[in-house]
């Protein structure tokens, strides 16, 4: 199985297992989208050389994935591509702020060093958390739940169409690695000459594609301004439970921002008064 292959496996497997959660899942999916956005709001607000103050924050996705048995080894599988991105965000800013923080042993830890760390680690803890929103709501719940608030359709057409045309977009570019394949047999890769058709031919290709798929949607009484009108299958869900997951967890993300729970513990550990 090639990596395209593996990632439609992947988006297949994250939507069956929202599915599958979201028929017992007593919360709205609405209230999961605020306790999402809140831990990603209250994680960036640390400043940028607080490493200790935003490791704290991984409280949160710890005891998420444990209480939902949302399985975390899997979540780092499918989401190491992403971490190797945010990787590359920050790697720049040891050359340019180079100013001398304190050592760690042998080695003098500059303020680019500590900025890249912390900005990494804010960038995986706000993906694990939109993959935990993702796998626990599913994207087509949390769409309704955004529409039962009054978000304008045209919003939630958007983000839920950009997700499935993800799909799409993955096999349209399979085949055309295919196609370059088979005219190319003995390169490795698609060569550098080719990488501005293939880019264009891949955009037609999808548009072309999309276009279809949306025409047989109307076909079949697709109606956009409607498509989610009175947020259909969350008249279940606890309105009490609901309000009460909001308003616990965002208690709990204003404690970890103002209270140093982690320098406290390690401090405590390394027993420094």
């Not at 607000?45 to 209480?67: C, N, Q, R, V």
């Not at 590359?88 to 890249?116: C, E, H, I, K, Y």
């Amino acid at each position: 199985m090639d990596k395209l292959e593996q990632a439609l496996a992947a988006l297949h497997d994250a939507d069956r297992e929202a599915g599958r959660r979201s028929r017992s899942d007593p919360i709205h999916a609405v209230a999961r989208l605020a306790v999402c956005l809140g831990f990603v709001g209250v994680t960036v607000s640390f400043g940028k050389y607080d490493l200790p103050g935003t490791l704290g924050m991984a409280l949160y996705p710890a005891l998420a994935f444990i209480w939902e048995e949302v399985s975390l080894k899997r979540a780092f599988r499918r989401l190491r591509y992403l971490f190797g991105i945010l990787l590359l965000v920050g790697v720049a800013n040891p050359f340019f702020d180079r100013t001398p923080l304190f050592r760690l042993g042998t080695l003098q830890v500059t303020g680019g060093m500590l900025s890249m760390v912390t900005l990494f680690v804010k960038g995986t803890l706000c993906v694990l958390a939109s993959y935990h929103l993702l796998v626990t709501a599913g994207m087509e719940r949390i769409c309704r739940g955004c529409a039962a608030v009054g978000c304008p359709p045209v919003m939630t057409n958007v983000f839920l169409l950009t997700y499935r045309y993800l799909i799409l977009l993955i096999k349209e570019t399979r085949k055309l690695l295919q196609a370059y394949a088979l005219r190319a047999r003995k390169a490795r890769g698609v060569s550098f000459r080719a990488w501005g058709p293939f880019a264009g031919a891949l955009l037609l290709r999808s548009v072309d594609r999309a276009q279809d798929v949306y025409a047989g949607m109307l076909l079949r009484g697709y109606a956009p301004e409607r498509a989610f009108s009175g947020g259909m299958g969350e008249e279940n869900r606890s309105a009490f439970r609901s309000a009460l997951f909001i308003a616990g967890w965002f208690a709990v993300f204003l404690f970890m921002r103002f209270v140093p729970l982690f320098r406290i513990t390690g401090r405590y550990i390394l027993g420094i008064a």
